[in-house]
């Protein structure tokens, strides 16, 4: 029994051992499988040329360790795979320029894909060199056979061009643009401003870069040939001029001029000669140039100045001979031929003389163009004779000037503060009278034709300023009433309307659209709505003592005694506002002209006033006039100042920094204290002590 149990346990552990041989056997043959389905991988693509920059055209062969696989490669820059393009022959890589990265896989079936192989190429031929032209950049007085060589490579050829445009040709040489021919020939330039051009070229080799040369083909300026040297002559002249360059055309000027090619004076066509006529006295500054067609004009010859002497023009008077008023004459004589000419006056009747040298023996020697005060009462003979070295003096020319006392006539009245003229008609306020109107047809005889002083509405007291327009008489007097007249019938003058505007002191007044503007001594300066004539209101004041007025625009000009002139807003009637001031003694009348305002001053005469920034006039002369500065009448360049006991006072204010006195009418013997004045035509009416009439122009 034992026995049994003793092999049935041999029996199992033998059968143990088998199945574990069994299993160990059978996982050491999966083992053995295993490795024999091991799959191996292409070798990665071969470059048989390193990747670089070549100066020549590449051809690359690519190739694989692994037999039988099959390479694909792109040139595009993408990642090759089986459809790309198989590799069959080397690839080209060509072209100047030309830059290329491959990129090749190789595949066999069975097999990994190998990895993307990546080369980069980049073809740069050698340059040719830059053309070398045989003349550089520049003027030059004849045509020019301009070689161009090209040193490297031998064999290059030369591209170029004459118009300015760029010379091209592709990497085989083959000409886009210009004209090829060998290195070292020439090219012809027979045209000026002329551009030339080049490159080199040739095959397989990259364009040179451009070389670039401009040529300026120029005649010779003339010459002089013969004839007249520079100098001064007596009579006429001949210069003959000549060019170097054959067939030229000879153009000049004698008057300074820039001579202009085809056009004015020149000599006989092509053939390169001119001969300059001076046939008349003159001074000459002849200038030349030389032209050919297809060549710049030469520069131009200073040939010289020539002065041909004659008789000198007969003196000019700028003022002819006349009857003046009382007003000094300023005659300017002139002699126009020739500029540099000197003047011989005299004024005592004899004849003006001259020596050789133009150097005066009897009268007065002056530029040309020299003015000549003719200022004395009576009657002037001005005689006067043109004389300049090297020529013949002129004819000697009489002009006669009388100057007149300036008084015309005049009326008694008690006191005549203003005064309008409109037609043949003066228009005067008077103290005793109210408006007078007298005929002023002849000056000479002047009379009352009609006077009215309305006692209703209002009564007019003292007649202080008066302003006409058309028909119609505005007069303000110095009790502050305001009377507004019909003059259509000057014979029968009629109110129409009146008020009191208040205040005493009415002094001036002016009118502008539908507003009188009056200055009141009391209450200021006023505006008064006249739009209604039968019923004139007061709309604004503004406080001060005024006693002249000037408008202009939206601007109030107020002679407002102490402190000065006034400059006010008026934009709005109702509210007239201060815009400045320039302070004088005792302002009266204003006038304004542009941006200059004229105030006469009782203390301090004829100011003149830069008003041109209204908010800070300035002073920019002064003249003191002899007496009491009231009136202003302003006439052209001429102030006609009425200055009581000075009389009338004519100021010239041309030049408004420097004021002078043109001329003054005062009669001692009756007094007329001149309080205002008006200029119409030849004659200065008076508003004084009496109604005077002056003449104060031919």
């Avoid at 056979?145 to 118009?163: E, K």
Wanted: glycine fraction near 10%.
């Amino acid at each position: 029994m034992k026995k049994m149990m003793k092999n049935r346990i041999s029996l199992n552990l033998r059968m143990l051992l088998i199945m574990t041989f069994v299993i160990l056997l059978s996982a050491s043959m999966n083992c053995s499988n295993d490795e024999d389905t091991t799959v191996d991988t292409v070798g990665t693509p071969i470059f048989d040329i390193a990747v670089g920059t070549y100066n020549a055209d590449q051809s690359v062969v690519i190739s694989t360790e692994t037999a039988g696989a099959v390479i694909y490669y792109t040139t595009d820059g993408t990642d090759p795979t089986g459809a790309s393009t198989e590799y069959t022959a080397a690839v080209s890589v060509a072209g100047h320029g030309t830059a290329m990265t491959i990129k090749a896989i190789a595949i066999k079936s069975d097999m990994n894909d190998s990895s993307i192989a990546e080369a980069a190429y980049t073809i740069n031929y050698d340059a040719v060199s830059m053309p070398v032209f045989s003349q550089v950049t520049g003027t030059y007085n004849t045509n020019l056979s301009v070689t161009i060589d090209v040193s490297t490579p031998i064999g290059a050829t030369v591209i170029y061009t004459i118009d300015g445009s760029t010379p091209a040709a592709d990497t085989d040489c083959n000409i886009t643009n210009g004209i090829a021919i060998a290195s070292g020939d020439s090219v012809a330039i027979t045209t000026t401003d002329l551009t030339l051009n080049a490159i080199g070229c040739k095959t397989t080799w990259a364009n040179s870069s451009v070389s670039s040369a401009v040529y300026t083909i120029q005649t010779l300026p003339p010459e002089y040939a013969s004839g007249a040297t520079v100098g001064t002559y007596t009579s006429g002249q001949t210069i003959d001029l000549s060019s170097s360059t054959a067939a030229t055309t000879i153009y000049y000027t004698t008057d300074g001029s820039t001579p202009v090619c085809g056009s004015g004076l020149s000599g006989v066509a092509d053939s390169s000669t001119a001969t300059v006529l001076l046939s008349t006295s003159g001074v000459y500054d002849v200038n030349a140039i030389a032209c050919l067609a297809g060549w710049t004009a030469s520069t131009v010859a200073l040939i010289g100045t020539y002065t041909i002497t004659g008789t000198v023009s007969d003196p000019v008077y700028g003022t002819p001979g006349g009857t003046f008023t009382n007003v000094p004459v300023d005659v300017t004589i002139t002699v126009t031929n020739p500029a540099s000419a000197t003047v011989i006056y005299t004024t005592d009747n004899s004849t003006p003389t001259a020596d050789a040298g133009c150097n005066a023996t009897n009268g007065t020697a002056v530029a040309s163009g020299t003015s000549v005060s003719v200022g004395n009462a009576g009657s002037t003979t001005l005689i006067a004779i043109g004389c300049n070295l090297d020529w013949i003096t002129s004819s000697p020319v009489t002009q006669i000037y009388s100057v007149m006392p300036g008084f015309a006539s005049e009326l008694a009245y008690g006191s005549i503060r203003d005064v309008a003229v409109s037609g043949n008609y003066a228009y005067a306020v008077d103290a005793v009278n109210g408006l007078v109107v007298i005929d002023i047809t002849d000056p000479l005889s002047p009379y009352q034709l009609s006077a009215l002083r309305p006692t209703t509405p209002v009564y007019m007291q003292n007649g202080m300023g008066i302003y006409i327009i058309a028909t119609t008489a505005y007069v303000i007097d110095y009790s502050g009433n305001l009377f507004i007249i019909d003059i259509t019938t000057p014979a029968t003058p009629t109110l129409v309307g009146a008020a009191n505007i208040g205040g005493s002191g009415g002094y001036d007044i002016f009118v502008a659209g539908s507003y009188a503007y009056i200055a009141n001594n009391s209450l200021g300066f006023q505006i008064v709505d006249i739009s209604t004539p039968a019923s004139p209101t007061l709309v604004g004041t503004y406080a001060a003592t005024a006693k002249g007025v000037f408008v202009s625009g939206n601007v109030a000009y107020v002679g407002a005694g102490y402190p000065g002139l006034l400059i006010l807003d008026i934009t709005d009637p109702a509210t007239p506002t201060l815009t400045g001031v320039y302070n004088s003694a005792d302002a009266y009348s204003v006038v304004v002209s542009g941006t200059t305002a004229y105030l006469a001053d009782s203390w301090n005469g004829l100011l003149t006033i830069d008003v041109s920034t209204l908010a800070s006039p300035a002073l920019v002369s002064r003249y003191d006039t002899p007496g009491s500065a009231y009136g202003i009448d302003l006439v052209g360049n001429l102030a006609y100042v009425s200055d009581s006991s000075g009389g009338l006072q004519i100021i010239d204010v041309s030049t408004p920094d420097t004021p002078v006195l043109a001329g003054s009418y005062y009669d001692a013997d009756d007094s007329a204290y001149p309080y205002n004045a008006v200029i119409s035509g030849s004659y200065a009416y008076i508003a004084g002590n009496m109604f005077q009439i002056l003449q104060v122009a031919p």
